[in-house]
C-alpha cells in the first residue's frame, strides 16, 4: 500500500492556487473520470483554431459535437470512460491526435508523479497522441494519486533517473494551464495549449 | 554589416529611448513589480546557497565540458539522436540548412532559443530558401516587425497592445482588436497552423544532461513541446555550456531558473527529451532529431581565467531586470542579441568588439545585477575587464588616458585639485556649486548643480586637526579620505574625525594616500589602478593600523573587493594588500558594530532624515542595517521607495552617460521626496553630490549630507 505524504498533499494544494490550477478531491479513479465527463459535459463547444488562415482570424468558429480524449488510460479504463463518454454524446478516442489539431475540448489522463513545491504534475509523453492531447485540449484534466506527490523537484530525481536511463522518454513537467504575459506582461491563458488545468486528486 | 557605430550615434540612440514614455513607464512598472515578487517567491528557499551550488556546479562543469560533451552525444546517439559539434556560428548554420535539405524541409518553426539568435539562424535558413516562423509570442511579433529581442525572456516587453493589434492587423489583413486576450487568441489560431503543417521544428536547451543524453526546455506557453512534437524534424540548439552531469544538476537549475527570470516557482512547461520519441509522420515512426552543440568561443572563454564565470549564465534576465539603465532605456539599448549585463559580456564573446565597444562603457557598476544572477556571476567586474582589454587591444580615448597619467602620479593629481579651486572661482558666484562654466564643460551636466573644490582641502587642514585630537585611544585607525572627501567635502571627513574620537580612536591620516583608483578601473585603465593601489597600500603601511575607515562607500568596496587580485602579480605586495583589504571598514558599520555607538551616543532631534542606500554600501559591502540603526538613533528615519536603487552618479558614467544619470537620479528625487524627509544621508560623497545637486537644481530645500555629518551634529 502506497505511503500518502499529507503535508506534501497540502503544500501541492496551497501551490496550485496561485498558478490557477483547480484540484477537486475524489475518491476514486470511477469519480475522476466522472468529474472530467462533467467539466466537459458544462463547457462551451471547443474553439476550433485550425481550418485555414482567413476563416479563422474572421472570428470564432465553435466546433459542434464534444470532443473527449484519454490516449494515456488502460484498456480496460478506457473501455469503461468511452462508454459512459458515448452516453454523453460526446466523441470519444484515444489515438489520432494528429488528425484533430483544430482542439478538442477535453483531454483525460493519467499522472505518473508530481512535486508539491511546485504544484506540478510529471507525465510521461513518450507517445505522441499523449503529448499532442495534452496540448490540443482546452481544458486538461489528470488523474492523481495522492501517495504520487512528493514534497520537492529532489525527491522525484531517482524516479525520473530511473525513467531516462533506460531508454528513449519525452517527459513532462505540466504546472498549469499554457500561459503568457508577453503582451504587456499582463498574464493570459490558453496561448498555445489548455485554458484550464484540473486536477482530479485520488485517494491512495 | 553595419558601420561601426560611434559613442555619439550610440548616445542619439539612447536618447531616442529615454523619449520613449511607453517604453519608460513599462520598464519603470515592471522593475517595481519585479523585486516584489522574487522576493515572494524565494520566500522559501535558501536563496545564497542555491546560487552558490549553481556557481560551484556550473564551474565544475566547465573543466570538463569535453567529457560531457562525449557522454551526451555516446548516451543519446544510442537513443537515435545526430549530436552535432559547430565550431562557429556559421558552421552550426550550415548544419542546420543541410539537415533541412537532406529530410527537404520548407517550413521550419521555432521555440525560443538565444542560441539560435545568436547565430542568426532566421538569416540563414531564409537564404536557404526555407520559411521560418517564429513560435514563442514574443518572438513571433518581433519577427512580424523585424525587430530584435528586448529582452532575453520577454521579447516584445518594448510594445504596447495597440502596436500589437496593428501588426496582427497587418499580418492577417483583417483589423484586430487591441483586447490583449483577443490578440493572444489571433496568435493562438494563426501558429496552430504553422505548427500542424512544418516539417522542422527548431529549439533551444535549457540544458542537456551527459549521463542520460537528455534536453531539457522551459516555456510557458507551450510552444515548446509543440515544436518538438509535431514536426518530422527536430533540431536542438544549445551553447555548450549547457552541458551538465546529471538530473540532479538539471533539477537545480530549474529551480533557480523561473524564480529569477520571472518570479514564477516553474515554468509551466519542462520537457525532457530523452532520444528521439514517437512521431507518425516518419517511415520508422520515430522523430529525427538532432542537437547542435555550439561553441562560438565558448571552450576558448572557459580556459579565461577572469571572465570564464560569465559561462556560469543561466539566460534568466535578471541582470536586466534590476538594472537602473535598462530599466531607462531597453534592450535594444543593453545589448547585441544578449540583453542586459550578461549582454555586454556576451557580445564582446560572441559577436566582437565593433558590436561591444560602445555598449560595454554603459554600466554604472551599481552591482544590482551581481546580486540577483542566478550564478553569482560578478557581471560589473568581468565588464570593466572587458573594458580593461579594449584600452588594450585598441588604446584608449584621450580623456582616460589623461585622467590615467594623472592618478598615476599622486602630486599632479592633487597639485591640479589645488590649482583648480583658483581656476574656479570665476564660475561659482561665491557659492558652493560651479554656476558659469562655459557650455562645452556643462555638456548634458544640466541636471545637476556640480560642486566646487573646497578653498582648503582636508590634507591641508589635518595638522591643525590633528592638534585638538585626544591622543591614545583605544583604537589606531587610518583615515582613508578619498578625492571627493578630501577637495571637495573635507567638512564630511572633519565630522567624521569628531565622532571617531568621541567613540575612542586615535586617527592618523597619512599624507601619501591618494585616488582608490576605482576611477581608472572603470575607464579600462588596469595599469593606472594598479599603481594608485600600490601608492596607498605603501602610504599606509596597513600592518600598524587597528582599521582603516573611509567614509567613501564606493573606495571601500573596490579597496576590498579588488586590491588583492589588482596585485596579485606584484611581486611581495599580496600580503600586504591583503592586510589593508581586510583592515578597510565603512563608516557606517564602523562607528555602529566596532565603536558600538547605539542610540545612547547621540541625542535624537526628531528631525525626518531620508536615506540613500549607496550601491557599493548595501551591495558592495553589505552593509544595510547598521546606516538605518544609526538615523534612528539621531533623527525620525523617513523610508523611501527603492533606497537601495543607483542616484545615477557611478562616477566616470555621470559624465559619459549625462542624460542616463539625470533621468536615474529624477526617480530617486521622486522617492525621497514622497517619504517627506528634510533632510537626506547616504555613506558616500558621490552619492550626495548627485543627489545634493539634484535637489538644488529642482530649488528644494532639503539638506543632503554625509551620515557622518548628521551624527556629529548629534553626538552626545
Known sequence: MATIDKE??????????????????????????????????????????????????????????????????????????????AERGFDMLRSGMRGHLEGIDVAFTTADGAVAETATTIIECMSEDVRLATMIAEVHVVALKKSQIKKTSYDVEPYLQKLMEKGVMYTAFISGASRTADIERVLTLGVHGPLELHIALMEG | MQHAESMKEYRERLQGSLDNSFLRETLDKFAVAYKANRLTI?????????????????????????????????????RGVHVHRAATAAEANEIVCRIAKENNCKLVIKSKSMTAEEIHINHALEEH??????????????????????????????LSRYQVADTFTDETKLKQDSDIGKLVKVARRELRSRFANADMGISGANFAVADTGTIGICTNEGNGRLTTTLPRVHVALAGIDKLVPNIHDALRIIRVLP????????TTYVSWMTGSAENTLTPDKRKIMHVIFLDNGRTALAQDEICKSALRCVRCGACANVCPVYRLVGGHQMGYVYIGAIGLILTYFFHGRENARNLVQNCINCEACKDVCAAGIDLPGIIQEIRARLVEEEGAPAQSTLLAKVLENRKIFHSLLRFGKFAQRPVTGGTPYIRHLPQIFMKGQGFRALPAIASKAFRDRWKDIEKSLPANGKIRVGLFAGCAQDFVYPEQLEAAVKVLAAGGCSVEFPMGQSCCGLPVRMMGEREAAEKTALANIKAFDPARLDYIVTLCASCASHIKNHYVE???????????????ASRIRDFSSFVYDVLGMKEDAFRNSGEKIGYHASCHLCRGLNVTEQPRKLIRAAGDYKESKEEDVCCGFGGTYS??????????????????????????????????????????????????????????????
Open chain 1, 8 to 85: 506534501a498533499v497540502e503544500l501541492f494544494k496551497q501551490k496550485a492556487a496561485p498558478v490557477s490550477i483547480k484540484v477537486v478531491e475524489v475518491k476514486d479513479m470511477a469519480e475522476a473520470v466522472a468529474y472530467a465527463l462533467d467539466t466537459c459535459e458544462k463547457k462551451d463547444f471547443c474553439e476550433l483554431v485550425y481550418c485555414g488562415t482567413e476563416q479563422t482570424s474572421a472570428g470564432i468558429v465553435k466546433a459542434e459535437k464534444k470532443m473527449f480524449c484519454a490516449p494515456n488510460l488502460t484498456d480496460k479504463e478506457y473501455s469503461a470512460l468511452a462508454a459512459l463518454g
Open chain 2, 42 to 78: 524565494f520566500a522559501d528557499i535558501n536563496e545564497k546557497e542555491l546560487i552558490q551550488e549553481i556557481a560551484a556546479a556550473k564551474d565544475e562543469g566547465l573543466t570538463k565540458i569535453e567529457e560531457l560533451y562525449t557522454q551526451f552525444k555516446d548516451e543519446a546517439e544510442k
Open chain 2, 129 to 158: 530558401g526555407c520559411k521560418v516562423v517564429e513560435t514563442d509570442l514574443g518572438e513571433w511579433i518581433i519577427q512580424l516587425r523585424h525587430e530584435g529581442p528586448t529582452h532575453m525572456v520577454m521579447p516584445a516587453i518594448h
Open chain 2, 259 to 266: 524564480r529569477n527570470a520571472t518570479a514564477q516557482a516553474i
Open chain 2, 566 to 580: 589588482l596585485l596579485a602579480d606584484a611581486p611581495g605586495m599580496r600580503t600586504e594588500a591583503q592586510q589593508f
Open chain 2, 655 to 716: 559624465m559619459k552617460f549625462p542624460e542616463i544619470s539625470g533621468q536615474i537620479l529624477q526617480h530617486k528625487l521622486d522617492n525621497l521626496e514622497a517619504s517627506g524627509a528634510a533632510t537626506i544621508v547616504a555613506d558616500c560623497p558621490g552619492c550626495v553630490m548627485q543627489i545634493r545637486g539634484g535637489e538644488e537644481k529642482r530649488g528644494n530645500k532639503v539638506k543632503v549630507e554625509h551620515i557622518a555629518e548628521l551624527l556629529a551634529r548629534q553626538l552626545k
